[in-house]
T-cell receptor, first 113, second 113 residues
């Protein structure tokens, strides 16, 4: 889900459920993707990354899926906890000797106790 | 290992003034990128520095500039401040240029009145 302006889309989930956060990226030449979590008053925190030669990568309680055909990225969070409540951003990089990240607008994850 | 540090954390300036923000990357990281975050535009790339040279620049006016020192610490400067420059300014560091994990600092919250 993408959004414009001040109002980010919100995903509300029950504590303990699995969360799926989706992102449509813009550049078919993008080679590297990162998910970040940003809590209020803090900078973005690295969660997990994936390169374009992979379809799936797993971390601790998180999984990132990449579908290059439709330029879609998703972040799955298992057993969502209240501490997972934050804004989540996907970011893309075109690779090579280029560190520039292009960010999506962000999605707010709200965990209901 | 200490994370990315940014100083100051908060700053209030008046239109027309200039401001300098500082970023110390993670030890061993040589590439520093700067981003501007606003509610309306999200996270936007400003520039990247590596080996004391600007390597990449985003679509911002010339009032935005930066530099990097031999110890990889970086500063960014905004001259002739405008109200629209009010934002959270974030720096991110990575070990080397390209598609690698980037870690963000907590940001400097700049308010222009």
């Amino acid at each position: 889900g993408e959004s414009v302006g001040l109002h980010l889309p919100t995903l509300s989930v029950q504590e303990g459920d699995n969360s799926i956060i989706n992102c449509a990226y813009s550049n078919s030449a993008s080679d590297y993707f990162i998910w970040y979590k940003q809590e209020s008053g803090k900078g973005p925190q690295f969660i997990i990354d994936i390169r374009s030669n992979m379809d799936k990568r797993q971390g601790q309680r998180v999984t990132v899926l990449l579908n290059k055909t439709v330029k879609h990225l998703s972040l799955q969070i298992a057993a969502t906890q209240p501490g997972d409540s934050a804004v989540y951003f996907c970011a893309e990089n075109i690779g090579g000797a280029n560190s520039k990240l292009t960010f999506g607008k962000g999605i707010t994850l709200s965990v209901r106790p | 290992k200490a994370g990315v540090t940014q100083t100051p954390r908060y700053l209030i300036k008046t239109r027309g003034q200039q401001v300098t923000l500082s970023c110390s990357p993670i030890s061993g990281h040589r590439s520093v990128s700067w981003y501007q975050q606003t509610p309306g535009q999200g996270l936007q790339f400003l520039f990247e520095y590596f080996s004391e040279t600007q390597r990449n620049k985003g679509n911002f006016p010339g009032r935005f500039s930066g530099r990097q020192f031999s110890n990889s610490r970086s500063e960014m400067n905004v001259s002739t401040l405008e109200l629209g420059d009010s934002a959270l300014y974030l720096c991110a560091s990575t070990r080397q240029r390209g598609a690698y994990e980037q870690y963000f600092g907590p940001g400097t919250r700049l308010t222009v009145t």
